[in-house]
């Protein structure tokens, strides 16, 4: 059974940095992408970012609004992904969810969603 | 960015009504779409992909359709456990967007 675990979340000052971890098992982590979604309270989706696997280079994207702030790394040896969040705004106020990304069909889809964990940024 | 616009945003039905959502690109996407259901204080969780392809385990009441910039995604018969928000979602080329979403609750 796929599981994926997120922790991390919690309240961050403004300007503070903060890093999320999504734990997987149920599958072979190191052959997938990985991605982040997140949620502001009483809002819709809104993608994050994403990392490759090993085998494409362990590349990443991210969404305008939170690039040069937010990375991805994972860490095959122990299936776990990690959204590192520097320079935190109040506006990153959100539960982040991680995803398992496959390509199906010729599309890609999150077929898998962690639980999710809330960041709080606020003075 | 491509962007997704959903509608209705939401709607009012009743169980055994056949609801369809609607998703429009801003520009083709070919069938690299995505719909999924999320209930309140939930993850979201997977129906669709490739526009058209159910995920295992979803009933057989859900299905999904269009291509290019139009898409729809039919409950055929709503349950009480489909009261929810759906989302679509391109995944056509970066970033991939979603929609703003679809309220379904009871009538």
């Known amino acids: 059974e796929v599981q994926l675990v997120e922790s991390g979340g919690g309240l961050v000052q403004p300007g503070r940095s903060l890093r999320l971890s999504c734990s997987a098992s149920?599958?072979?982590?190191?052959?997938?992408?990985m991605g982040w979604v997140r949620q502001a309270p009483g809002k819709g989706l809104e993608w994050v970012g994403l990392i490759r696997s090993k085998a494409y280079g362990e590349t990443t994207e991210f969404a305008a609004s939170v690039k040069d702030r937010f990375t991805i790394l994972r860490d095959d040896s122990k299936s776990i992904a990690y959204l590192q969040m520097n320079s935190l705004k109040t506006e990153d106020t959100a539960v982040y969810y991680c995803?398992?990304?496959?390509?199906?069909?010729?599309?890609?889809?999150?077929?898998?969603w962690g639980q999710g964990t809330l960041v709080t940024v606020s003075s | 960015d491509i962007q997704m616009t959903q509608s209705p945003s939401s709607l009012s039905a009743s169980v055994g009504d056949r609801v369809t959502i609607t998703c429009r690109a801003s520009?083709?996407?070919?069938?690299?779409l995505a719909w999924y259901q999320q209930k309140p204080g939930k993850a979201p969780k997977s129906l669709i992909y490739?526009?058209?392809n159910l995920q295992s385990g979803v009933p057989s009441r859900f299905s999904g359709s269009g291509s290019g910039t139009d898409f729809t995604l039919t409950i055929s018969s709503l349950q009480p456990e489909d009261f929810a928000t759906y989302y679509c979602?391109?995944?056509?080329?970066?970033?991939?967007?979603f929609g703003g979403g679809t309220k379904v609750d009871i009538k």
């Open positions: 490739a526009a058209s």
């Open positions: 979602q391109q995944f056509y080329t970066f970033p991939p967007t």
């Open positions: 995803g398992r990304v496959g390509y199906i069909a010729g599309s890609g889809v999150t077929d898998y």
């Open positions: 520009q083709g996407i070919n069938n690299n």
């Open positions: 149920g599958f072979t982590f190191g052959d997938y992408i």
